[in-house]
């Protein structure tokens, strides 16, 4: 047989079928994962920024949820981690291929609607208060899952929401479980939550220009953040040490002329010495404010 003849009788490599695209972007999802953006991102800012919320008076519910101690998350504000999950979401919305697209939309979104409902689950059964800012990004992750399921392309091969369910829905489950062990200590020490008044007082001293000028290898000045808690990160704290014990100071501490550990500089007078709150809120002029109905203990 004549090699032309071969030719004719191989058969013909099969196309395969291209895989199914959608419009991008997918405008609903962007849509409300922006705004979860603008909502998380705010919640962020305000935190490492020391800025009060608009609404969260000392006392009020809203403060309660976000001074307890599940408002932080491996040592970052969960805030944050609810702004990754809405960016990633953003960014899935641009993907064109439609089953790669709805599966990491709907992972994520799973993900995202688990952990926004343990954690109001345990505002109002431990901590017995609401948040409106948690319950909004609750609500608007609850949206997002609810539109990806619907739009589950209809052309998925082999696809049964029976195993699908199987394979991803224990896996947030276990995290969560996880993660409420660590909160309520059971991996060791129980995380803190932060004292309403310790937090305000905080936030005024660095919203009055107020500075407290400290080393890391101090005993003094970790007695002086001790006496704030969980809200000695809102102290206008700055660092003097650049090494070890003797190294030099940091430029800042140097033009400050600081001699001694903690410094605290409040109003243009100087204080060589570990203040109570009650002396800070003194010298700093602080009233802390009335507090408000719906509280709970973090």
Known sequence: ??????????????????????????????????????????????????????????????????????????????????????????????IRRADLHWRAAWLVALGGVCYSAYLTTISLTVLHATCPYCLTS???????????????????????????LTRTVPIPLALILLLHLQYTGAFGQQPEGEDPAAK???????????KMYGAYWCPHCLEQKEIFGAAARRLPYIECATGAQG???????QAANIRSYPTWIIGGQRYEEVLSQARLAEVSGFRPPAASAGGGTP
């Open 138 to 164: 609750l609500t608007l992750m609850t949206a997002i899952f609810v539109l990806v399921t619907w739009q589950r392309p209809a052309t998925m091969p082999g696809f049964s929401w029976q195993r699908w």
């Open 247 to 253: 190294s030099p100071q940091a430029q800042a501490c």
């Open 1 to 94: 047989m004549g090699k032309q003849a071969r030719a004719k009788r191989a058969p013909k490599p099969v196309a395969l079928a291209a895989a199914p695209t959608r419009p991008v972007p997918n405008a609903p999802l962007l849509a409300l994962a922006l705004a979860g953006v603008a909502l998380t991102a705010y919640l962020s800012w305000t935190d490492w920024a020391g800025s009060s919320l608009k609404g969260c008076a000392v006392g009020s519910g809203c403060e309660v949820v976000l001074g307890s101690r599940w408002a932080m998350l491996l040592g970052i504000p969960t805030a944050f981690w609810g702004l990754v999950a809405y960016l990633t979401l953003a960014g899935i919305a641009f």
């Open 200 to 210: 305000a007082l905080a936030l005024h001293l660095s919203s009055v220009g107020a």
